[in-house]
């Protein structure tokens, strides 16, 4: 866990740019983190976490669920959003008030005003675990934002540009930590270096990281 976790943040720590379009809000969901827990773990016992295949058939490291109206999911056939979680045959659990409230918030102080997000993602990642270099470009309106919120042990994110062959900045992204990322940033390669271990004192020996999409 952080040190420092429960001091007063710098405000003008609070506000970072990151590359064109894409902004580190430090700290910006410490204070209501447990009650953004106890809303995930609520949509967790109803969309239990697993771990996906991906098309090229390897098991994703993070283990990964859904909530709102549209899901991410991954299988043989390739990956897509879909309206019924595969495991259950139900809906996806409705995203919860605070983190819709969250995430709306997260956008309008980075720029981007009615941010109405349709899909939430939600990763966990254990000691280890990892997600390669990649884009996020399934979702049709790439004008929106994505906003991602990080809880628990600290991750290095990895930061590209829109072309793969540049090489990518590092990032330590730490619980309460939000990032919003848009504009030119949109389309730019990222992912998650592989999780060191250590011990969160609110969610133990794991990361969280949820990310607000809009799909439709
Ligand atoms: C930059 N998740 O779920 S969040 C993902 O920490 C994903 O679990 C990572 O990448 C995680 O797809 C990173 C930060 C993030 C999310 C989407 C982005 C950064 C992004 C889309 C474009 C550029
Ligand atoms: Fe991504």
Redesign the pocket.
Known sequence: MDLFDDLPLPPEAALTPIAPG?VLLYGFARGGDAALLQAIESVLSQAPLRHWQTPGGYTMS?A?SNCGPLG?VSGASGYRYAALDPLSGQPWPAMPACLMDLARRAAAQAGYANFTPDAC?I?E?LPGAK?SL???KDEKDLRAP?V?L?LGLP?V?L?GTPSRKDRPQRWR?VHGDV?V?GGP????Y???AALADGEHALLGRR?L?L?FRCVK
């Open positions: 894409a993070a990964m991410w993602l990763n990642y997600l990649h884009q996020d994505i991602s990080s991750a994110f930061f992204l990032v990322w940033s949109r389309l730019a990222h992912g998650v990361r990281n990310t």
